[in-house]
């Protein structure tokens, strides 16, 4: 007869402990919903589509390796290019051929065509306010001899004008012209006027500093520049090829005339033909830079319609990488910590339950083990066996079992001399059996509570050794190397941003789980003394 399972009530209640934090819960289906989702990353993120009819046949190619004289007949029996099929003649003309591709046509590891970036590419409208600056030379009278780009602070004209006439001039202006008319050094100058006349602009009036010269000047060079009109505002319209102004860049240039609005146009259709240099507009009266930026196809790409999170330097969808490459994160931790559990366990759980000699030996070879630089050793062993996944992961469960078999050792150390282990012995059952049946469920704690940390520096040990460039090789796809591409890419937001988020979020997750499972497991704040 087959045995009735029965819960275990001292389970039961800490997993009803953990159940009742919401925060723990929460991020353990979070987690488990991401990591479902990173396992079937094909139906989600593929450059070979999910299901196809050719022909009259019906295909699934993300299961099967289909080759390319399959569909065209060429001879050639290396991978399908699924998307230039699409588009072949013989699979338009061909009644009934249609492919299902996922939600994101793209694979990890595929270059993505520029030619497929054309209606991607945007022309940054960087408007600047630009201040009328002009100069103006006067003699001792404040007559205006000479001036230069003065139109807009004087309509009627300037040359012939008395200053002081015109404008209400501060007198110390008018005394720093006579002394650089006497030849006399002085300091620089400058002050804001209001003019009452002409333009009617607020108005900085400067003088640079003056040193005497062999001969008296006949006029001393005042320099006129707007001030007070938007400073510093800038604004950036972003427009499409096709002439669209691009979401959430349009507040500003909902306020602008017809007129206005064209020549910018104008000016975004030229510059993806040729560079353009940077014009003047007037907007209500205002002058403004307009300098036109192309956002021209080149990798790093940053986010667009198609490509959510943007395109690495090597021209592959960076949403694909980072889905992909959470897969790989977290099967490699999982991986890690149950390799690192078994082996800690079991060399703890021997030292700790035999004692003696062979505990003491035991000691000896950890602290020596301890002591040997990990970095240098995967260097090595990756130089000669080149990186993979398996020598990875075998690298770091050399090292890093030594942390678990101390803690095992000690709760082996305690629970040996229980009671229940000594009544064990006294019945005759074998040390294995009392090893892994008795004192081994009672040891458990230490490795449940350390598993989603050890988790976590299994998942950051992984990104950091990519980002140095000792981890898997390329190109699989890995959070620490979209990081990597960071550092050479430094404009590249994209690249820093999105790996960061991925990687704090899982362990954030993570550790939020393994605070719910530490307090389930801790029985002090739910005891009670009667």
């Known amino acids: 007869m087959v045995k009735r399972l029965r819960k ?48 009259g046949e019906w295909l699934v190619p993300f299961l099967r390796f289909y080759p390319e004289d399959r569909f065209t007949g060429s001879g050639r029996f290396t991978r399908t290019d699924y998307k ?14 249609w492919m299902l591709w996922p939600p994101v046509p793209y694979g990890p590891n595929e270059i993505i065509d520029p030619a497929t970036l054309r209606n991607e590419e945007k022309v940054a409208l960087i408007l600047t306010p630009a201040p009328r600056v002009a100069s103006l030379d006067v003699d001792g009278n404040g007559r205006i001899v000479r001036s230069v780009a003065a139109d807009y602070f004087f309509p009627e004209g300037a040359e012939g004008r008395i200053l002081p006439d015109v404008w209400p ?14 030849n006399q050094p002085a300091e620089p100058l400058e002050l804001q006027v209001n003019p009452q006349s002409d333009s009617g602009v607020a108005v900085t009036i400067s003088m640079t500093e003056y040193r005497p010269r062999s001969r008296e000047p006949r006029s001393a060079r005042i320099t006129l520049r707007e001030d007070g009109l938007n400073a510093g505002k800038r604004q950036t319209i972003l427009v499409y090829r096709d002439g669209r102004v691009v979401p959430g860049t349009e507040s500003f240039w909902a ?43 080149q990798f790093p790409f940053p986010p667009s319609r198609r490509h959510w999170l943007g395109i690495d330097a090597a021209g ?59 970095l240098y050793v995967m260097i090595l062993l990756g130089s000669v066996y080149g990186r993979s996944f ?27 001399k229980r009671s229940f282990v000594e009544a064990a012995q006294c ?9 892994f049946r008795h004192i081994l469920p009672n040891a458990m704690i230490p490795l449940i509570t350390f598993l989603p940390f050890m988790l976590i520096g299994a998942i950051g040990a992984l990104t950091a050794l990519d980002y140095l460039g000792f981890g898997l090789p390329p190109p699989t796809p890995s959070w620490g190397e979209l990081l990597h591409q960071a550092q050479s890419f430094r404009w590249a937001w994209w690249l820093i941003l999105y790996p960061s988020l991925a990687l704090f979020a899982v362990m954030i997750l993570v550790t939020l789980i393994g605070e719910g499972i530490r307090d389930a497991f801790d029985p002090k704040p739910y005891s009670r003394m009667e």
């Open 8 to 55: 275990n009530p001292l389970a039961s209640k800490r997993w009803s402990r953990f159940r009742r934090r919401r925060a723990p819960l929460a991020s353990l289906i979070a987690l488990s919903c991401l990591f479902a989702v990173s396992l079937v990353a094909e139906l989600v993120c593929n450059d070979r589509p999910l299901l196809m009819r050719f022909e």
């Open 84 to 97: 230039q099929l699409e588009m072949s003649d013989r699979f338009q003309s061909g009644p009934g051929n």
């Open 169 to 182: 001039v501060p007198d110390a202006l008018m005394e720093a012209v006579q002394t650089r008319l006497k």
């Open 255 to 297: 306020g602008l005339s017809e007129e206005v609005r064209s020549g910018l146009l104008a000016t975004a259709g030229a510059r993806f033909e040729a560079a353009v240099y940077p014009e003047p507009v007037d907007i209500a009266g205002q002058a403004w830079s307009v300098q036109a930026v192309l956002n021209d196809v």
């Open 316 to 374: 592959r969808d960076v949403f694909a990488r980072i889905l992909y490459g959470m897969r790989i994160a977290v099967l490699f931790g999982v991986s890690l910590v149950v390799t690192t559990m078994a082996l800690g366990t079991l060399l703890g759980g021997l030292q700790g339950y035999y004692g003696g000699a062979l505990d003491l030996i035991g000691q000896r070879v950890v602290e020596i083990w301890s002591t040997l630089p990990f």
């Open 390 to 416: 398996g020598l990875l992961l075998f690298c770091y469960a050399l090292f890093n079992w030594i942390g678990i078999s101390m803690y095992m050792r000690a709760e082996f150390l305690r629970l040996r």
């Open 427 to 435: 019945l005759g059952i074998p040390a294995p059996a009392i090893m």
